[in-house]
């Protein structure tokens, strides 16, 4: 696969899946429009707030939640489950997000909040998920649909962002989303498909990924939910392989287990996201790591956050994992956008009902 050509990349890409990376800084700030003037009416005083999903409306919740914890004064957690937490209750605010508005575990969830008198508000294209939320009169936030879920990041992110906002829970967001949008901008000009492979980094990371192991290692409280989103568009787009983890826990366990198979470490690629925030044993570790362990693996490379806020600088390492997704997914010749074992996955699963 030749990647600087344009005929090749979207012939390779019939889906569509580079235009809708592009469109990225367009989507966030519609994203952001939307959760500011949304209507609703919902309480004060939240003791904590929960957001429910799977897939990449759970990464919108990460994404919430690692932002949260240096903004706001209560804990924003993400549940992956049919069944909420038991401490969830009167006094908590529940988002249900599900970009289909069908996914069931975000349904059963849905349920088991208003079970237990939560607040909540519903965001979603549609779906099963919107139709219960104007039989209750819970608050809906609907998005534009028409892209694969994990393309909607803004989409299932910012929204929700916005309504912490405007119910008290955070401050104001908006000078970091005006410069997350710019700087996915300029980012965009560099990452592109017209961009040439000699100096375009997502081109050059999916060319070291080929035929090899990613693993992705962030930073607990600033790049976490990052890697975790760079693994699971490796394995959406790509439909290969990847892992992550996260310091400084990785350094407890995971760098014991660079020994063995010698033979086979050889075919990790090592991916090292770095931010400016990351605490100072944080990046005192990141440098003693690759020490011990750079001649064991294939390769480490460090790829370092941009951008003055914590917004801009999480979606400027968004934007590079998510292009080199996609142009690995090319070089292996696979059409980044359909997921056809999730959707055989939820077939079967509906034989089961």
């Known amino acids: 696969m030749n990647l600087d050509s344009i005929e090749e990349l979207n012939q390779a890409d019939p889906g569509g899946m580079l235009r809708v990376l592009w469109n990225l800084p367009e989507q966030c700030e519609e ?3 939307i959760g500011t003037e949304a209507v609703f009416e919902l ?8 957001v429910t999903g799977l897939g990449g409306s759970a990464i919108g919740g990460d994404l919430l939640r690692v932002y949260a914890t240096s903004e706001a004064a209560v804990p924003v957690l993400v549940n992956r489950d049919y069944r909420l937490p038991a401490f969830v209750g009167p006094r908590t605010l529940v988002f249900a997000v599900s970009y289909s508005g069908n996914t069931e575990e975000t349904l059963s969830a849905y349920d088991d909040a208003r079970a237990r008198g939560a607040s909540m508000m519903a965001v979603t294209t549609g779906g099963q ?14 998005i534009p649909g028409g892209i694969s879920p994990r393309a909607a990041s803004g989409y299932l992110f ?11 829970l955070l401050g104001d967001a908006g000078p970091s989303v005006a410069e997350t949008v710019n700087l996915l901008k300029e980012m965009r000009e560099e990452l592109g498909p017209q961009s040439p492979e000699n100096r375009n980094l997502a081109k050059q990371l999916a060319r070291r990924f080929f035929q090899r192991i990613p693993v992705i290692y962030g930073s607990s409280g600033t790049t976490e939910t990052v890697a975790m989103r760079w693994k699971g568009q490796i394995n959406e787009n790509s439909k290969a392989m990847a ?4 310091f400084p826990e990785l350094n407890h366990n995971e760098i014991v287990g660079t020994e063995k198979p010698a033979a086979k470490l050889k075919d990790l690629e090592l991916i090292f996201l770095s931010d400016p925030a990351d605490h100072p044993r944080v990046k005192a570790r990141l440098e003693i790591t690759r020490g011990l362990i750079g001649e064991r693996v294939g390769a480490i490379t460090e790829v370092a956050a941009r951008g003055g806020s914590k917004l801009a600088r999480a979606y400027s390492l968004i934007y590079v994992g998510d292009y080199a997704s996609v142009y690995l997914a090319l070089m292996y010749g696979i059409d980044p956008t359909p997921v056809k074992l999730i959707d055989a996955l939820k077939k079967r699963l509906s034989d089961f009902q």
């Open 31 to 33: 994203a952001w429009r």
């Open 43 to 50: 309480p004060t005083g939240f003791d904590q707030v929960v």
């Open 129 to 142: 998920l919107a139709e219960r939320a104007r039989r209750d009169g819970v608050p809906l936030v609907i």
């Open 158 to 168: 910012l929204p929700t962002l916005a309504v912490m906002q405007r119910v008290g």
């Open 243 to 246: 892992y992550f983890n996260v």
